[in-house]
């Protein structure tokens, strides 16, 4: 144990002690992580069934991310190739998300790999999405490299809708659920990049995506 | 007027030249209206109003960071043992000279020669750059704002908005002097056009880089996770391109679970910018996973005191539970004039009015907390109540019990206490100036100078007494 740590440790100690013993601080703390006493979660973030759908799609346009619905995880390529157009190049680098690459890509150049500093379009795939801010919830992982996230100047990302949550706790919920701890990084996306640090104005694409387009698909609709 | 960084230099003893300084130019003094009073002011205003449940979430951050720091040491151990679970290293660093050892050997170790910074106020407190330059090893920051910054050699302004001091033509002639390999004749009258450019000159040095340094907002003993807030994907960057993540942050910044730091963000952005969220927020957990195609072979994490933990239990502990939003700062009437450079240390604002005495010490730093008018609009808008006027109220008892205020003003203290505590002598004493003054003001009912009241009338008239002295008048049955 470094000497600082011990130092540090027992200046706390030292007046952490008069009011509980060292045993009592210990189990305290690991009682509330396990217990994890419910948050205060807003009304906003309470939506259910179709009206969180349409919360998140509120929401996200409200921090000025574009929403474009599909019904089926199929009709992703042909959405790609106006925003491909748009973006002025036929170049998509995808993630390597086996639901993608198994995709109808024809006329599209598509490569699958992590985020590299030229590209123009990429498409990532959520892991969920949170209708109290229109957030989107993006984990790494061998399918989910997360430079993808910030280095195209176009970034698009695939949710399901079945994948949303009314709200951020319950993202971590289905996270612990899966009991693998938590990834590297875990990204939460509310828009495309942006900056205020020249006299204050809002400027879209910082150093991350200038324009965020989630492909939304919702089976039931 | 630009003021060199100051982490090892601090310049709060000079707050009066500061502060007259910005009073005179013109051109602040725009930015400083536009920014605070039309900008963040009315965005956490509009923010709030668009959660009905804002004050209730207030109270449960400021329990949630008075149960932690009340198991502090609980929750850092877990904290720290989650991390290492992870497959990261935490370093304790007790002060700032420490940290900066730590993580210039850490660059070392690795033969760095650049490092990409997110955006730390951390950093700028232990005087990260200064430190890794000497020793050859190049910092570059990536916010726009700390980018802007660190090319003029200048310290912040404002703990989340560094550079809002400087116009877009100062940007652009920092830009033509920075840049000379551009093409001269470039366009650069629009922010658009500097954004354009800073992304592109920084996208090569973010690839670069051999090392990312990043802050951290809040750490989660739960999982071992630390995050970041940002809206520009910087910090991001950082952290997902270079082989080895350094964050850097300070013991009071644990939580104990992710449920909690969902709390503190639901209030973070919406105090800070008025967003409901930024636009990214970044958890990360150790190393990256195998089979991970990015992410940092090595992360470390440098878990700083610098005095904090003597602050536990004590008058200031309050202040721990600091989210630096920078609420604070954007409704003082006093750094809505001054603005940051003048407080002469890394924090400014009311918090760093409590912050700074603490970190550089009371002789250098005794006039900050007396630039304050007890308006409360700090603690009003604190988004975890921090009693930022009973703190910094302490600070002027400390100061006063060191010797400060010395010279005329300390002696005329000690004389109005002398007859403050003898009313007779008071009344006495005041009767006649009273009258005196009702004599010489009656015509114009104000005074443009008045002997020993030139402090007073430099910037506004001194009324002239409408009847006898208070005591007198009192006395007579008006009430």
């Given amino acids: 144990m470094s000497t600082a740590r011990s130092e540090i440790m027992g200046r706390l100690k030292a007046v952490l002690d008069k009011s509980h013993n060292p045993t009592v601080r210990l189990s305290t703390a690991d009682q509330r992580i396990k217990d994890l006493p419910p948050a205060l979660i807003p009304e906003r973030g309470r939506a259910d069934g179709p009206a969180r759908t349409a919360k998140f799609v509120d929401e996200a346009e409200f921090a000025v991310a574009e929403v474009v619905k599909l019904t089926t995880l199929s009709q992703v390529p042909k959405a790609l190739i106006k925003v491909l157009a748009d973006a002025g190049t036929s170049k998509l680098k995808a993630t390597p998300h086996g639901d993608l690459q198994t995709l109808d890509w024809s006329g599209i150049d598509v490569a699958f790999g992590r985020g590299e500093g030229s590209d123009l379009v990429g498409l990532s795939v959520a892991y969920a999405g949170v209708a109290e801010t229109g957030t989107l919830v993006l984990r790494s992982a061998a399918n989910s490299p997360t430079t993808l996230n910030f280095l195209p100047d176009v970034h698009v990302v695939v949710l399901h809708s079945a994948l949303i949550e009314a709200n951020y706790e319950a993202v971590w919920a289905r996270l612990r659920s899966e009991g693998k701890g938590l990834p590297r990084t875990v990204n939460w996306i509310t828009g495309p990049s942006r900056t205020a640090d020249i006299e204050q104005t809002i400027l879209l694409g910082a150093h991350g995506p200038r324009k965020l387009i989630i492909l939304l698909i919702d089976e039931d609709s | ?479």
């Fill in chain 2, 1 to 479: 007027m630009s003021q060199k960084p100051y982490h090892d230099d601090p310049q709060c003893h000079d707050f009066q030249k500061g502060a007259k300084r910005a009073l005179d130019d013109v051109g602040l003094q725009a930015q400083l209206a536009r920014t605070l009073k039309d900008g963040f002011q009315k965005k956490r205003a509009k923010a709030k109003a668009r959660l009905p449940e804002y004050d209730a979430l207030r109270d449960r951050a400021r329990d949630i960071k008075a149960h932690t720091l009340e198991n502090l040491d609980a929750y850092l151990e877990r904290f720290e043992a989650e991390v290492i679970k992870a497959g990261g290293q935490v370093h304790w660093a007790r002060d700032g000279e420490h940290a900066c050892d730590i993580i210039l050997d850490i660059c070392t170790s690795v033969g760095a020669k650049t490092v990409t910074k997110g955006k730390s106020m951390l950093t700028e407190e232990i005087g990260l750059n200064t430190h890794l330059m000497k020793h050859g090893v190049e910092p570059v920051e990536t916010d726009l704002g700390e980018y802007i910054i660190q090319l003029r050699d200048e310290p912040p302004s404002h703990i989340i908005a560094p550079a809002f001091h400087i116009s877009k033509e100062q940007v652009a002639d920092t830009f033509r002097e920075h840049h000379p390999h551009l093409n001269a004749a470039r366009d650069l009258s629009e922010p658009t056009s500097l954004l354009t450019e800073a992304r592109s000159e920084l996208r090569a040095k973010f690839i670069a880089a051999d090392v990312g340094i990043t802050g951290a907002n809040v750490l989660v003993a739960e999982t071992g996770s630390a995050l970041i807030v940002t809206n520009e994907g910087n910090g991001d960057l950082t952290q997902s391109l270079p082989p080895v993540h350094i964050a850097v942050s300070s013991i009071e910044k644990v939580v104990p679970t992710l449920d909690d730091a969902d709390t503190i963000l639901r209030l973070l952005a919406r105090t800070a910018t008025g967003q409901d969220m930024t636009v990214y927020t970044t958890f990360f957990t150790g190393t990256k996973r195998s089979g991970d195609r990015d992410g940092p072979d090595q992360f470390h994490l440098v878990l700083l005191d610098n005095g904090r933990s003597e602050l536990l239990g004590g008058p200031l502990h309050d202040v721990l539970s600091c989210i630096r939003c920078g609420a604070c700062i954007n409704h003082c009437p006093i750094f809505s004039v001054v603005s940051g450079h003048a407080y002469g240390w890394v924090y400014p604002g009311p918090i760093g009015s409590v912050l700074t005495p603490h970190f550089v010490g009371v002789e250098e730093a005794h006039l900050l907390p007396n630039a304050c008018t007890m308006c409360g609009r700090c603690e009003e808008v604190c988004p975890v109540h921090i009693p930022l006027p009973d703190l910094l109220r302490t600070w002027r008892g400390r100061a006063f019990d060191a010797g400060k205020p010395g010279g005329l003003q300390g002696l005329g203290l000690k004389i109005w206490a002398a007859l403050a505590k003898r009313p007779a002598l008071y009344r006495l004493a005041l009767r006649p100036v009273v009258a005196l003054m009702r004599a010489l003001g009656k015509k114009r009912g104000a005074f443009k100078w008045f002997v020993g009241a030139e402090g007073w009338t430099r910037t506004r008239d001194l009324p002239t007494p409408q009847g006898g002295t208070f005591q007198d008048r009192y006395k007579g049955g008006e009430r």
